[in-house]
């Protein structure tokens, strides 16, 4: 719902999935960034695209671990809502300097 929201409003979406077949289920969707987070250079990939893209906000249903490491990939003055706890864990490694130091 999230791409045909980003696609009716011509915003840059960063997707994240876990496995290569939700790969190619986006991009025949016609997702433009999808990202694999089993990839070894996922974060490095986040980062860059991010930077590039500006993407400020996240969507994010997954909570445990990935919250935190994708609000440490964000910009500066970045928003993260978390609307699921996919994971079934509670949110960690969110840095305190990360929410002080970027706001």
Do not use: W
Request: aromatic share 4%; with cysteine; net charge neutral.
């Amino acid at each position: 719902m999230i791409n045909i929201l980003a696609r009716e409003q011509n915003f840059p979406l960063i997707n994240i999935v876990r496995k290569e077949e939700q790969v190619k289920i986006l991009k025949d969707m016609g997702a433009e960034h999808v990202l694999n987070s089993t990839d070894e250079d996922f974060l490095d990939q986040l980062g860059k695209l991010a930077k590039k893209l500006r993407a400020t906000v996240c969507f994010e249903a997954i909570g445990g671990k990935m919250t935190g490491l994708v609000m440490s990939k964000m910009p500066p003055k970045s928003t993260c809502i978390v609307y699921g706890v996919l994971s079934e864990q509670p949110i960690s490694d969110v840095e305190p300097l990360l929410l002080l130091g970027k706001n």
